[in-house]
T-cell receptor, first 108, second 114 residues
Framework: DAKTTQPPSMDCAEGRAANLPCNHS???????VYWYRQIHSQGPQYIIH???NNETNEMASLIITEDRKSSTLILPHATLRDTAVYYC?????????FGAGTRLTVKP | DTGVSQDPRHKITKRGQNVTFRCDPI?????LYWYRQTLGQGPEFLTY????????KSRLLSDRFSAERPKGSFSTLEIQRTEQGDSAMYLC????????????FGPGTRLTVT
Protein backbone atom coordinates (compact mmCIF):
# COMPACT_ATOMS: atom_id res chain seq x y z
CA ASP A 1 0.00 0.00 0.00
CA ALA A 2 1.14 3.51 -0.71
CA LYS A 3 2.29 5.50 2.31
CA THR A 4 0.53 8.74 3.13
CA THR A 5 1.94 11.82 4.83
CA GLN A 6 -0.26 14.32 6.63
CA PRO A 7 0.57 17.26 8.89
CA PRO A 8 -0.02 16.29 12.52
CA SER A 9 -2.20 19.30 13.27
CA MET A 10 -3.95 22.29 11.71
CA ASP A 11 -6.14 25.13 12.86
CA CYS A 12 -9.00 26.74 10.99
CA ALA A 13 -11.29 29.67 11.77
CA GLU A 14 -14.98 28.89 12.05
CA GLY A 15 -16.81 29.63 8.80
CA ARG A 16 -13.66 29.51 6.70
CA ALA A 17 -12.62 26.70 4.38
CA ALA A 18 -10.42 24.01 5.88
CA ASN A 19 -7.91 22.57 3.41
CA LEU A 20 -6.29 19.36 4.61
CA PRO A 21 -3.35 18.11 2.53
CA CYS A 22 -2.17 14.56 2.01
CA ASN A 23 0.91 13.35 0.16
CA HIS A 24 0.88 9.89 -1.41
CA SER A 25 3.78 10.05 -3.87
CA UNK A 26 4.02 6.25 -4.27
CA UNK A 27 0.37 5.73 -5.13
CA UNK A 28 -0.27 3.17 -7.85
CA UNK A 29 -2.81 3.42 -10.63
CA UNK A 30 -5.48 1.28 -9.04
CA UNK A 31 -5.31 2.72 -5.53
CA UNK A 32 -8.13 4.91 -4.28
CA VAL A 33 -7.78 7.86 -1.91
CA TYR A 34 -10.17 7.70 1.06
CA TRP A 35 -10.83 10.24 3.79
CA TYR A 36 -12.29 9.46 7.18
CA ARG A 37 -12.55 11.54 10.31
CA GLN A 38 -12.78 10.70 13.99
CA ILE A 39 -14.43 13.00 16.44
CA HIS A 40 -13.29 12.56 20.02
CA SER A 41 -14.60 9.40 21.69
CA GLN A 42 -16.38 8.19 18.57
CA GLY A 43 -15.53 5.69 15.85
CA PRO A 44 -14.20 6.97 12.51
CA GLN A 45 -16.69 8.34 9.98
CA TYR A 46 -16.40 8.04 6.19
CA ILE A 47 -16.17 11.39 4.38
CA ILE A 48 -15.33 10.86 0.72
CA HIS A 49 -13.16 8.89 -1.70
CA UNK A 50 -11.83 9.18 -5.24
CA UNK A 51 -9.56 7.62 -7.83
CA UNK A 52 -8.58 10.28 -10.37
CA ASN A 53 -11.30 12.87 -10.64
CA ASN A 54 -12.21 15.47 -8.10
CA GLU A 55 -15.20 14.50 -6.00
CA THR A 56 -17.77 16.44 -4.01
CA ASN A 57 -20.49 15.38 -1.63
CA GLU A 58 -22.55 17.00 1.07
CA MET A 59 -19.67 16.86 3.54
CA ALA A 60 -16.59 17.83 1.59
CA SER A 61 -14.68 18.09 -1.68
CA LEU A 62 -11.68 15.99 -2.64
CA ILE A 63 -9.12 17.44 -5.02
CA ILE A 64 -6.59 14.96 -6.45
CA THR A 65 -3.63 16.31 -8.40
CA GLU A 66 -3.22 15.19 -11.98
CA ASP A 67 -0.19 13.03 -11.13
CA ARG A 68 -2.20 11.64 -8.15
CA LYS A 69 0.76 12.14 -5.83
CA SER A 70 -1.19 14.35 -3.48
CA SER A 71 -4.72 15.32 -2.58
CA THR A 72 -6.58 17.91 -0.55
CA LEU A 73 -9.75 17.50 1.46
CA ILE A 74 -11.77 20.69 1.58
CA LEU A 75 -14.41 21.46 4.18
CA PRO A 76 -15.97 24.56 2.60
CA HIS A 77 -17.37 26.21 5.72
CA ALA A 78 -15.82 24.68 8.80
CA THR A 79 -17.84 24.60 12.00
CA LEU A 80 -16.80 23.82 15.55
CA ARG A 81 -18.29 20.33 15.07
CA ASP A 82 -15.70 19.64 12.38
CA THR A 83 -12.97 19.54 15.03
CA ALA A 84 -11.64 16.01 14.65
CA VAL A 85 -8.73 13.85 13.47
CA TYR A 86 -8.82 13.47 9.69
CA TYR A 87 -7.31 10.38 8.08
CA CYS A 88 -6.13 10.10 4.49
CA UNK A 89 -5.89 6.46 3.35
CA UNK A 90 -4.67 5.02 0.07
CA UNK A 91 -5.85 1.50 -0.71
CA UNK A 92 -6.52 -0.83 -3.59
CA UNK A 93 -9.59 -2.29 -1.95
CA UNK A 94 -11.90 -1.13 0.77
CA UNK A 95 -9.93 -2.44 3.75
CA UNK A 96 -8.79 0.67 5.54
CA UNK A 97 -5.36 1.14 7.09
CA PHE A 98 -5.37 4.27 9.25
CA GLY A 99 -2.29 6.37 9.99
CA ALA A 100 -1.96 9.06 12.64
CA GLY A 101 -4.00 11.60 10.67
CA THR A 102 -4.28 15.39 11.01
CA ARG A 103 -5.86 16.87 14.10
CA LEU A 104 -8.00 19.76 12.85
CA THR A 105 -9.09 22.32 15.40
CA VAL A 106 -11.79 24.75 14.31
CA LYS A 107 -11.63 27.91 16.38
CA PRO A 108 -14.40 30.47 16.93
CA ASP B 1 -25.53 6.33 16.35
CA THR B 2 -24.41 4.47 13.22
CA GLY B 3 -26.45 1.33 13.91
CA VAL B 4 -23.40 -0.75 14.84
CA SER B 5 -23.43 -1.71 18.50
CA GLN B 6 -20.69 -3.06 20.70
CA ASP B 7 -20.86 -4.63 24.12
CA PRO B 8 -19.55 -3.96 26.67
CA ARG B 9 -18.56 -0.33 26.27
CA HIS B 10 -15.96 -0.60 29.01
CA LYS B 11 -14.13 -3.57 30.46
CA ILE B 12 -11.60 -3.62 33.27
CA THR B 13 -9.82 -6.91 33.80
CA LYS B 14 -6.79 -8.25 35.59
CA ARG B 15 -3.77 -9.44 33.69
CA GLY B 16 -4.09 -13.07 32.75
CA GLN B 17 -7.88 -13.10 32.51
CA ASN B 18 -9.82 -13.81 29.33
CA VAL B 19 -12.21 -11.26 27.87
CA THR B 20 -14.78 -11.40 25.08
CA PHE B 21 -16.30 -8.51 23.18
CA ARG B 22 -19.36 -8.56 20.98
CA CYS B 23 -20.19 -6.55 17.86
CA ASP B 24 -23.61 -6.36 16.22
CA PRO B 25 -23.33 -4.87 12.73
CA ILE B 26 -26.09 -3.27 10.71
CA UNK B 27 -28.32 -6.16 9.67
CA UNK B 28 -27.78 -6.23 5.91
CA UNK B 29 -24.04 -5.58 6.12
CA UNK B 30 -22.01 -8.60 5.05
CA UNK B 31 -18.51 -7.36 5.90
CA LEU B 32 -17.39 -6.88 9.46
CA TYR B 33 -14.05 -5.49 10.63
CA TRP B 34 -12.22 -5.38 13.94
CA TYR B 35 -9.68 -2.67 14.80
CA ARG B 36 -7.64 -1.73 17.83
CA GLN B 37 -6.84 1.86 18.73
CA THR B 38 -4.39 3.09 21.33
CA LEU B 39 -4.17 6.65 22.59
CA GLY B 40 -2.98 9.12 19.99
CA GLN B 41 -2.88 6.57 17.18
CA GLY B 42 -5.22 5.75 14.35
CA PRO B 43 -7.18 2.49 14.38
CA GLU B 44 -5.08 -0.58 13.54
CA PHE B 45 -6.68 -3.29 11.44
CA LEU B 46 -7.00 -6.67 13.17
CA THR B 47 -9.23 -8.84 11.01
CA TYR B 48 -12.30 -8.89 8.83
CA UNK B 49 -15.13 -11.21 7.86
CA UNK B 50 -17.24 -11.52 4.77
CA UNK B 51 -20.37 -13.21 6.01
CA UNK B 52 -19.07 -15.98 8.28
CA UNK B 53 -15.71 -16.36 6.57
CA UNK B 54 -12.67 -14.74 8.18
CA UNK B 55 -10.76 -13.49 5.14
CA UNK B 56 -7.78 -11.66 6.56
CA LYS B 57 -5.92 -11.42 9.83
CA SER B 58 -3.29 -8.87 10.75
CA ARG B 59 0.04 -9.86 12.25
CA LEU B 60 -1.18 -7.89 15.26
CA LEU B 61 -3.67 -10.69 15.91
CA SER B 62 -1.50 -12.92 18.05
CA ASP B 63 -2.39 -16.45 19.08
CA ARG B 64 -4.11 -15.04 22.14
CA PHE B 65 -6.69 -13.30 19.96
CA SER B 66 -9.54 -15.07 18.21
CA ALA B 67 -12.51 -13.71 16.34
CA GLU B 68 -15.65 -15.45 15.17
CA ARG B 69 -18.75 -14.63 13.20
CA PRO B 70 -20.59 -17.94 13.33
CA LYS B 71 -23.80 -17.11 11.46
CA GLY B 72 -22.61 -14.14 9.48
CA SER B 73 -24.37 -11.72 11.79
CA PHE B 74 -22.79 -10.67 15.12
CA SER B 75 -19.11 -11.21 15.83
CA THR B 76 -17.06 -11.85 18.95
CA LEU B 77 -13.44 -11.00 19.67
CA GLU B 78 -11.80 -12.95 22.47
CA ILE B 79 -8.49 -12.15 24.10
CA GLN B 80 -6.98 -14.89 26.21
CA ARG B 81 -4.46 -14.34 29.01
CA THR B 82 -4.71 -10.57 28.73
CA GLU B 83 -1.60 -8.45 29.06
CA GLN B 84 -1.27 -4.78 29.98
CA GLY B 85 -0.32 -4.05 26.38
CA ASP B 86 -3.78 -5.18 25.31
CA SER B 87 -5.28 -2.08 26.92
CA ALA B 88 -6.90 -0.19 24.04
CA MET B 89 -10.16 0.72 22.37
CA TYR B 90 -11.49 -2.14 20.25
CA LEU B 91 -13.59 -0.94 17.35
CA CYS B 92 -15.92 -2.84 15.10
CA UNK B 93 -17.12 -1.68 11.69
CA UNK B 94 -19.40 -3.06 8.99
CA UNK B 95 -20.11 -2.32 5.34
CA UNK B 96 -23.04 -2.76 3.00
CA UNK B 97 -22.37 -5.04 0.02
CA UNK B 98 -22.97 -2.23 -2.43
CA UNK B 99 -20.88 0.46 -0.74
CA UNK B 100 -17.91 -1.33 0.76
CA UNK B 101 -15.87 1.88 0.79
CA UNK B 102 -18.00 3.27 3.61
CA UNK B 103 -17.32 1.57 6.91
CA UNK B 104 -19.80 2.21 9.71
CA PHE B 105 -18.07 2.12 13.06
CA GLY B 106 -19.47 1.18 16.42
CA PRO B 107 -18.72 3.16 19.60
CA GLY B 108 -15.97 0.74 20.64
CA THR B 109 -15.13 -1.27 23.72
CA ARG B 110 -12.48 0.27 25.96
CA LEU B 111 -10.37 -2.42 27.60
CA THR B 112 -8.19 -1.69 30.60
CA VAL B 113 -5.90 -4.45 31.82
CA THR B 114 -4.60 -3.90 35.34
Amino acid sequence: DAKTTQPPSMDCAEGRAANLPCNHSTISGNEYVYWYRQIHSQGPQYIIHGLKNNETNEMASLIITEDRKSSTLILPHATLRDTAVYYCIVRVNNDMRFGAGTRLTVKP
Amino acid sequence: DTGVSQDPRHKITKRGQNVTFRCDPISEHNRLYWYRQTLGQGPEFLTYFQNEAQLEKSRLLSDRFSAERPKGSFSTLEIQRTEQGDSAMYLCASTHPGTTYEQYFGPGTRLTVT
